[in-house]
């Protein structure tokens, strides 16, 4: 029945908010030189991937910039700019899961002008990203990088429960 399915879901949500609580947690204990090395492995192994290469097929690259105690992605960002990719970030504009834009920055130097969000997250100014034209602001990539709470081994991906990243895993990779 609906009522049934309803609380099953209902189960679920609150199953995945508790795991979140519990891996934040442990995420918290990890020594950020722990988190340094595993996001300079993270880069050499996306620096692997052929379609990333200078002549590799993707030119349009999303990659989130990280908080505290996650993936730092400094380094991804430097690669993608080094081997020649249209690099976009992640801007919040409003209190919905869809409000996300991608907009796209001409050099990683760039991050360091951009203030704080209310999560640490270095984000262009709304005002920027709003006005900007659809050069700089899209929603066709090759590739989208981003967070999540934690990852299983067959990539599934629990995010940080706000719904913005599956709304961008529905709406925005290129189709083929």
Sequence with gaps: SILSYMASLANIKTQKSNLRVKIKSLLRELPNDYIEQQSLDLAANLKRLPFLSDDGTSDKVCVYLSMEKEAQTNHIVNFLFETGKAVF????????????????????????????????????????????????????????????????????????GKGYYGDVKTNVLKKN
């Design 89 to 160: 970030i992640p801007k919040i504009v409003g209190r919905d899961s869809s409000d996300m834009r991608m907009y796209k920055i001409s050099c990683a130097s760039q991050i360091k002008s951009f203030p704080l969000s209310k999560w640490g997250i270095p984000e262009p100014a709304l005002n920027d990203v709003l006005k900007a034209t659809s050069e700089h602001v899209t929603e066709c990539f090759d590739l989208v990088i981003v967070p999540g709470c934690s990852f299983d081994k067959n990539c599934n991906r629990l995010g940080h």
